[in-house]
């Protein structure tokens, strides 16, 4: 039985280069060509009739301390003194730690 040539259709797309680098670099490592990941998704859109990951808008805008009344820096410096306090802290070594497991830096 003979065998089909597979037909593509092309897509086009604009990036940030710095996106785009290092989404290459870790496809690099996983032996993934970019076009084919992108392949990827697209199937999972169809599978998952949706995108393939959740989306929504984080719960809190992180802190932005140029932006507040002395008040306001004030409470939210105390809330870290609370923390603290509680004992509610990570060591910066261990936190360095668990990067050096994960990522093995």
Do not use: H
């Amino acid at each position: 039985m003979p065998r089909e040539a597979t037909k593509t259709a092309s897509v086009y797309t604009r990036v940030d280069p710095e996106t785009k680098e290092q989404a290459e670099l870790i496809l690099a490592e996983l032996g993934i060509p970019m076009s084919n990941a992108i392949g990827m998704f697209l199937k999972q859109v169809v599978i998952q009739r949706g995108i393939p990951f959740e989306l929504k808008l984080p719960a809190s805008k992180p802190v932005v301390t140029g932006d507040l009344t002395k008040e306001q820096f004030d409470a939210e410096m105390q809330l870290g003194m609370d923390d603290i306090n509680a004992g509610r802290i990570v060591s910066a070594d261990d936190v360095e730690a668990e990067m050096r497991r994960l990522y093995g830096a």
